[in-house]
C-alpha cells in the first residue's frame, strides 16, 4: 500500500467523450505478487521464488490460502537483518536457496525470481542473480526474473510483469505465416473451448500465452497476430509488438457480446466467412443466453459501483451494463492503458463515471453516498461495506475463477448475484 499526496486532476478525456476522474491518494489494493497464486497454477512446470520479507511470505500464504499445504510451486526467500545490512552476503544467500531448492525439486523448469518492495529497496539485482544462475542450470532450468513489489506492481500487474520477463526468451517464429497467439492466462477449460471454436473456423495455429508448461514456449515473429485475452497486460503486449507480432485490438471475451467481439476479431483477420462464423458460434451464444436469463432479471436495474483493483474492472462493467442492464454509478480502475482499452471504455454508456487511481477515503464518500445494490471491491473494504448496510462482490474471485469465454457468461453473472440473494436470504 502507498501513500501519497492527494491531489485530483479534474479530469482527462479518453476516447469518444467520456471525461476520466483521476485520482492519487492512499489505496487499497494488492500488489503484484498475487499473481503468483493463478500463474503457479496455470504453468505447472514453473516455481516462483519470491525474495522478500516476512510480510510478502504473509501476503502469499493468506492470499493462496488452503493451497499452501499442496507442496505448491511458490516460496519466499526471506531476507534476514544480515542481508539487509550487507548486499553481498543476499547474493550469496540467495545463490545458496536457490541451489538447494534445485537439487529438492529437480522437475523445475522454470524458476522465476521475484522481485518484492524490500528487495528493491535495497537494490538487489535479481537480474543479473537470474543471469548468473540460469548460466549455471540452463537448459536443466531456466532462471528470470521480474518485479512483484507493491512500489512497482498493483495486483494484476504481476502477470503482466512475470509475462513480459519470459517474451525475450521466446523463440523466434521461423516463418512469417499468420499464427494466432492468444495472450493472458485462462483456465485450461477456457482455452479448451476456445481452441475447439478457432478449430471448427479454421483459425491456427493457435498458442496461448502462458502455456501450460513454461517449457513449451510459443514462437513469436512476423505474422504472429495477438488477441488478448486479459485486459492489464500493457508491458507484455508492447514486447511482443517489439518483436514483429502485431494486435487485433477488441473488447474483452466477457460476457456473450465481449466474446463474441473478441472471436470475431480474430475470425476477420482470418477471413472467415461471416455465415460459418454465426454457424460456429450459434450453439454456444444459444446455451449462453439461456443460462444467462435469470441472472439478467435480478440485477436489471440495480446500480453497481466498482473500486479500481484488477483491470477488469471496464470490461465487467460493460457487461453488467449491456448484457445485464445495471446502471453503473461509477468504474474504477488502477489505470488505463489506451491502446488495450479504448474498444472496451467505446462500448460503455455515455456519461459513465470512469476513475483511474485511487483515493480511498473519497471515493468510498462517493460510494456511500451513492448507497449501489452491488459495490465490487477488494477484501479491505467489502466486509466494513457489508457491515453499513452494502452488498459487496469480492473483485479477487472474478480473477481466480474461470469467467470467460459464452459457457462461463452465466457463472460470471451469478457472481454477482450471489450477494444480493445472499442479503435477500438474512434478511428476516
Ligand atoms: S512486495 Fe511489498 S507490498 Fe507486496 S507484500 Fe511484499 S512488502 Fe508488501
Not at 479454421?202 to 512476423?222: C, E, N, Q, T
Not at 465481449?258 to 444459444?286: M, N, Q, R, Y
Request: net charge negative; hydrophobic share 40%; glycine share 8%.
Amino acid at each position: 500500500m502507498a501513500l501519497q499526496a492527494c491531489t485530483d486532476h479534474p479530469s482527462e478525456t479518453v476516447s469518444s467523450d467520456i471525461p476520466v476522474l483521476k485520482e492519487r491518494g492512499q489505496r487499497e489494493v494488492f500488489c503484484g505478487l498475487t499473481g503468483i497464486v493463478w500463474l503457479h497454477r496455470k504453468m505447472q512446470d514453473a516455481f516462483f521464488l519470491v525474495v522478500g520479507s516476512r510480510t510478502c511470505a504473509h501476503l502469499i500464504q493468506s492470499a493462496a490460502g488452503v493451497m499452501i499445504f499442496a507442496e505448491p510451486r511458490f516460496g519466499t526467500a526471506i531476507l534476514g537483518e544480515r542481508d539487509l545490512a550487507g548486499l553481498a552476503d543476499a547474493n550469496e544467500e540467495l545463490e545458496r536457496v536457490v541451489e538447494e531448492l534445485l537439487v529438492r525439486r529437480p522437475d523445475i523448469n522454470t524458476l522465476f525470481l521475484v522481485g518484492s518492495c524490500p528487495s528493491e529497496v535495497i537494490k538487489l539485482d535479481l537480474a543479473k542473480a537470474a543471469e548468473k544462475l540460469n548460466h549455471r542450470h540452463f537448459p536443466k532450468t531456466r532462471v528470470l526474473n521480474y518485479s512483484g513489489s507493491g512500489i512497482e506492481t498493483t495486483f494484476t500487474q504481476g502477470e503482466d510483469a512475470c509475462l513480459g520477463s519470459m517474451v525475450p526468451v521466446l523463440p523466434s517464429k521461423e516463418t512469417d505465416e499468420p499464427a494466432l497467439m492468444v495472450v493472458g492466462s485462462l483456465a485450461d477449460v477456457v482455452e479448451d473451448q476456445f481452441q475447439r471454436l478457432f478449430n471448427q473456423m479454421g483459425i491456427g495455429p493457435v498458442s496461448f500465452f502462458p502455456p501450460r508448461r513454461a517449457a513449451d514456449l510459443p514462437s513469436v515473429g512476423k505474422g504472429t497476430k495477438l488477441l488478448v485475452a486479459q485486459p492489464f497486460l500493457s508491458e507484455t503486449v508492447r514486447l511482443l509488438i517489439a518483436r514483429g507480432a502485431k494486435l487485433l485490438p477488441s473488447p474483452y471475451p466477457f460476457g456473450i457480446e465481449g466474446t463474441t467481439a473478441w472471436l470475431k476479431t480474430a475470425a476477420e483477420a482470418w477471413e472467415v466467412d461471416s455465415e460459418k462464423f454465426e454457424a460456429v458460434i450459434a450453439p454456444a451464444v444459444a446455451r449462453a443466453n439461456t443460462g444467462l436469463e435469470r441472472y439478467r432479471q435480478e440485477l436489471s436495474g440495480r446500480k453497481a459501483f466498482l473500486f479500481p483493483d484488477s483491470q477488469l474492472e471496464i470490461p465487467l462493467a460493460r457487461f453488467l451494463s449491456r448484457e445485464c442492464g445495471m446502471e453503473l454509478v461509477e468504474v474504477g480502475t488502477p489505470y488505463i492503458d489506451r491502446l488495450l482499452m479504448d474498444h472496451e471504455i467505446a462500448l460503455l454508456p455515455q456519461g459513465t463515471a470512469l476513475s483511474e487511481g485511487q483515493d480511498v477515503e473519497k471515493q468510498l464518500d462517493r460510494c456511500r453516498s451513492a448507497r449501489p445494490d452491488i459495490t465490487v471491491c477488494g477484501l479491505g473494504l467489502a466486509n466494513p461495506l457489508e457491515a453499513e448496510g452494502m452488498a459487496t462482490k469480492w473483485s479477487i474471485e472474478l480473477v481466480f475463477s474461470p469467467l470467460h469465454g459464452y459457457d462461463q457468461a452465466a457463472d460470471l453473472a451469478e457472481l454477482f448475484t450471489r450477494s444480493l440473494e445472499r442479503r435477500k436470504r438474512l434478511t428476516v
